[in-house]
Every structure is written in C-alpha cells, then in structure tokens.
Antibody, heavy 116, light 107 residues
Framework: EVQLVESGGGLVQPGGSLRLSCAASGFTFANYWMTWVRQGPGKRLEWVANIKQDGGDQYYVDSVKGRFTISRDNAKNSLFLQMNSLRAEDTAVYYC?????????WGQGTLVTVSS | EIVLTQSPDFQSVTPKEKVTITCRASQNIGSSLHWYQQKPDQSPKLLIKFASQSISGVPSRFSGSGSGTDFTLTINSLEAEDAAAYYCHQSSSLPRTFGQGTKVEIK
C-alpha cells in the first residue's frame, strides 16, 4: 500500500524556520517526481514545489522562491521542505504528494501555523 | 500563470441527481487537466486524470471531458458519500495551479 507520512509541522513565529519531512513507502520512491501542495484555512489548494526523481531539478511557486527548498533522499525514501523566513500567509496544511503532473497519492498533511 | 476558474462555487443536490462542474483555463492546456475530490478533514483524492482518463477504484459514475480551455466533471446519479469539495488542477505548465473548488452538498 502506498503511504506518505508528513511530519515537522507546528507553530512558528514570523521570520522563523521549519523543516517538513515526508516518509514514503509502498512504492519505488526514486522513480517518481514528488510535490508539496498546501492549503491555507478556507483557501484553495496551492502547488508549492516539486522535484525530479534524481533531485536535479526543482521548481517553486513564486511566493516561496528564495525562502523554501525542496529536497529528497532516495536512499531513505524521504522528501523534505526547508521553510525559512516564514510569513503569516504560509499558514496552511502541507501535503506531500506523489507525482509531478496528475499527482495521484497524498499524505494526510501536516499543519504549519505562523503566528506571534 | 494559468488561472483555473470553476463553476459553480457551491451546489446543493438531491441523491440520484446528475452533477456537472466546469473548469475553465485561462489558456490552452490541452488535456493536462485533473480532478480531485476532498471530503471534510481528508486529503484530496484523484478522480480523473488528463481530462477524461478514469482511475482504478473510482466509481464509474464519475467522468470527465473537455480539452483546450473548457473541461467538465460529471457525477451521474449522485450518492450521499459524494458530498465533498471538487478541484480541478492543471499540469500543462509551471507553476501548477488549482481551481478554487466546488462544494457539493447533499439535500
């Protein structure tokens, strides 16, 4: 069974940092693009970033460029999102998702709250 | 950035009715359009990929159509378990984008 389990969310002050992790199992992680998608309270889903199978290419939505870094460790079947200079508008549930196009499997999400 | 606009935003429907949700793209995206269902307090679930391709395990009452800029998700004979928000999503270009969502309520 495909499983994606996020961790690392929590409450952080504006300007702070968090590192999200996603543990993947049930499929060959190294064969897939991986993506982070977020959903703010009462907001639509928002694509945040994705990363190629070998980690060589990463793409970001403009609002997080220069602040967030997506990475992966194929040996440990893990996906990461390093989030720096966090802002109130980054408050959201962050989902780890398999795929780079029609993303087909979603984790349960981890809540990030940016507030003083 | 490609903007996806769904209509309607909200629909209240009786069981066994047919539901139609549309998604319009701000530019031609070919067939790179996917549909997701999100039930309250759950993660989204892929329903239809590449405009009309069915997904294993998804009930056959869900179907998709369209290409270019206009797309449709159809739910034939709505069931109570279909109460959810439905989102379209494009993978034609970066950044990937989602529609604002359509909430379907069961009367």
């Amino acid at each position: 069974e495909v499983q994606l389990v996020e961790s690392g969310g929590g409450l952080v002050q504006p300007g702070g940092s968090l590192r999200l992790s996603c543990a993947a199992s049930g499929f060959t992680f190294a064969n897939y693009w991986m993506t982070w998608v977020r959903q703010g309270p009462g907001k639509r889903l928002e694509w945040v970033a994705n990363i190629k199978q070998d980690g060589g290419d990463q793409y970001y939505v403009d609002s997080v460029k220069g602040r967030f870094t997506i990475s992966r460790d194929n040996a440990k079947n893990s996906l990461f999102l390093q989030m720096n200079s966090l802002r109130a508008e980054d408050t959201a549930v962050y989902y780890c998702v398999r795929g780079g196009g029609s993303v087909d499997c979603w984790g349960q999400g981890t809540l990030v709250t940016v507030s003083s | 950035e490609i903007v996806l606009t769904q209509s309607p935003d909200f629909q209240s429907v009786t069981p066994k009715e047919k539901v139609t949700i549309t998604c319009r793209a701000s530019q031609n995206i070919g067939s790179s359009l996917h549909w997701y269902q999100q039930k309250p307090d759950q993660s989204p679930k892929l329903l239809i990929k590449f405009a009309s391709q069915s997904i294993s395990g998804v009930p056959s009452r869900f179907s998709g159509s369209g290409s270019g800029t206009d797309f449709t998700l159809t739910i034939n004979s709505l069931e109570a378990e279909d109460a959810a928000a439905y989102y379209c999503h494009q993978s034609s270009s970066l950044p990937r984008t989602f529609g604002q969502g359509t909430k379907v309520e069961i009367k």
